[in-house]
C-alpha cells in the first residue's frame, strides 16, 4: 500500500514538474494589448480551454490535491487519486471525464464553475472542490538556443 502511494507521489511529482517547465513558456517580445485581457480571470460560470488551461490548487490551501487542464481540452487529477481525461463543453458546462489508476469512481465524472479567479467542481460521487490558478513558474537557467554541431 504504502509502495503504491510512494509510486503515484513520484509520478504525480513529474508529471507536475513537466508541466511546469512545457506549459509555462511565453514569447514576451510578441505579446500584445490582446494577450493582456485574455489574463484577466472570467467571471462566467464556465471556462474555454485556453481560460482554463494550468495548474490549479485547492483555495483552502490543502497540497493533498492538484488539478491540471491542458490546452489540448485534458485533464489531470492528482494526490489522494491520479486521474485522466479529456474535458469538454456539453449543455453550456465544462465537463470532466477522468479516469482513475487505481479504480476511484468518486472522481471520474465532474462540472466546472469558474468565478472570477476560483473554480468549483462538483464531482458525481457527491464533493465539491474549490480551487485556485496555481502561480506561473518561470523556468530559469534552462538553454535558450540549441548547440550547434
Same mark, same amino acid.
Given at each position: /500500500? =504504502?509502495?503504491?502511494r510512494r509510486?503515484?507521489a513520484v ?6 514538474a513537466?508541466?511546469?517547465?512545457t #506549459? ?5 517580445? @510578441?505579446?500584445?494589448? !490582446? ?6 480571470p472570467?467571471?462566467?460560470p464556465?471556462g !474555454?480551454?485556453?481560460?482554463?488551461a494550468? /495548474?490549479?490548487?485547492? #483555495? ?5 490535491? #492538484?488539478?491540471?487542464f491542458?490546452s489540448q +481540452?485534458t485533464t @489531470?487529477? !492528482?494526490?489522494? =487519486?491520479f ?8 449543455a453550456?458546462?465544462t ?11 468518486a472522481y471520474?465524472a465532474?462540472t466546472?464553475? +469558474?468565478?472570477?479567479?476560483k473554480i468549483e467542481?462538483?464531482? #458525481?460521487?457527491g ?5 485556485v +490558478?496555481?502561480? +506561473?513558474?518561470?523556468? !530559469?537557467?534552462?538553454? @535558450?538556443t540549441?548547440?550547434?554541431?
Amino acid at each position: /500500500m =504504502h509502495q503504491n502511494r510512494r509510486t503515484m507521489a513520484v509520478a504525480s511529482a513529474g508529471l507536475l514538474a513537466a508541466v511546469a517547465l512545457t #506549459a509555462c513558456s511565453s514569447n514576451e517580445s @510578441t505579446s500584445n494589448n !490582446t494577450d493582456k485581457a485574455s489574463d484577466k480571470p472570467s467571471s462566467a460560470p464556465t471556462g !474555454t480551454s485556453k481560460d482554463l488551461a494550468g /495548474m490549479w490548487l485547492p #483555495a483552502d490551501g490543502n497540497k493533498e490535491w #492538484a488539478l491540471l487542464f491542458t490546452s489540448q +481540452r485534458t485533464t @489531470t487529477l !492528482t494526490g489522494r =487519486h491520479f486521474c485522466t481525461g479529456p474535458f469538454a463543453e456539453e449543455a453550456g458546462a465544462t465537463v470532466l471525464k477522468l479516469t482513475c489508476a487505481d479504480g476511484e469512481t468518486a472522481y471520474t465524472a465532474g462540472t466546472v464553475k +469558474r468565478t472570477g479567479d476560483k473554480i468549483e467542481v462538483s464531482w #458525481a460521487g457527491g464533493e465539491r472542490q474549490e480551487y485556485v +490558478r496555481a502561480p +506561473r513558474a518561470k523556468a !530559469t537557467g534552462l538553454p @535558450t538556443t540549441m548547440p550547434t554541431p
